[in-house]
């Protein structure tokens, strides 16, 4: 199991046929989607936490999340009048409405999320409020993910097929020996020791 490669996040966005075909920005993508939808109440299952810095990823993540049948929040794209740039009461309570909304928060590393003033923020009430976060590490070459600080009390996410198949499925693990499905884990389900070999 590894961990998101940013290449692999980079080319599920540009197979994305308005990207490919429009050549449109990825953030362009996401918010045209969303102005589309009618307001309504929406639940999903992933809160996508992540920095703003990053959002050229970001389209990449929700499209591979979306793959594996997950329904995705990102703050921007589906409330594009939050002031990100500062933190405010109205831009909090609007966080933690969608939040209450979502089943689990999967944070999206990368450099730049350590500058985010709004992560750690959401991690934490993700964490009081639901008991369900996740790492989602993005880094240049997969691999293996050990969390430094905050970040290593919390299970990671990863994809990789079950044993005797070929197709990718989502893993959530605490370890290389505990780990389980994610959608199990999205319905309370923790992690199990398995012995690997």
């Known amino acids: 199991m590894s961990t998101f490669k940013i290449s692999d996040i980079r080319n599920r966005a540009a197979a994305h046929p308005s990207v490919r075909n429009f050549s449109k920005s990825a953030s362009a993508v996401l918010t045209e989607a969303t102005a589309s939808q009618k307001e309504v109440e929406k639940t999903y299952d992933?809160?996508?936490?992540?920095s703003f810095r990053d959002a050229d990823l970001i389209?990449?993540?929700k499209l591979k999340l979306e793959d594996h049948g997950h329904t995705v929040y990102v703050d921007w794209v589906e409330d594009p009048q939050l002031d990100r740039s500062k933190v405010s009461?109205?831009?909090?309570?609007?966080?933690?409405h969608r939040m209450n909304s979502c089943k689990c928060l999967c944070y999206a590393t990368?450099?730049?999320s350590s500058e985010s003033k709004w992560m750690p923020w959401e991690c934490g009430y993700m964490d009081g409020k639901k008991n369900r976060v996740a790492i989602l590490p993005l880094t240049e070459h997969g691999g293996s993910f050990?969390?430094?600080?905050?970040?290593?009390?919390?299970p990671y996410v990863d994809e990789?097929?079950?044993?005797?198949?070929?197709?990718?499925?989502?893993w959530v693990n605490e370890s290389a020996n505990y780990y389980c499905k994610f959608?199990?884990?999205?319905?309370?389900?923790n992690p199990t020791y398995h012995?690997?070999?």
């Open 160 to 170: 990789a097929p079950p044993n005797g198949e070929s197709e990718n499925i989502l």
């Open 89 to 96: 009461k109205v831009t909090a309570e609007k966080l933690r």
């Open 146 to 154: 050990v969390g430094q600080e905050y970040l290593g009390i919390y």
């Open 46 to 50: 992933i809160f996508l936490s992540h």
């Open 110 to 112: 990368t450099p730049s």
């Open 195 to 197: 012995q690997n070999g």
């Open 183 to 189: 959608r199990p884990w999205l319905d309370g389900a």
């Open 59 to 61: 389209l990449g993540v």
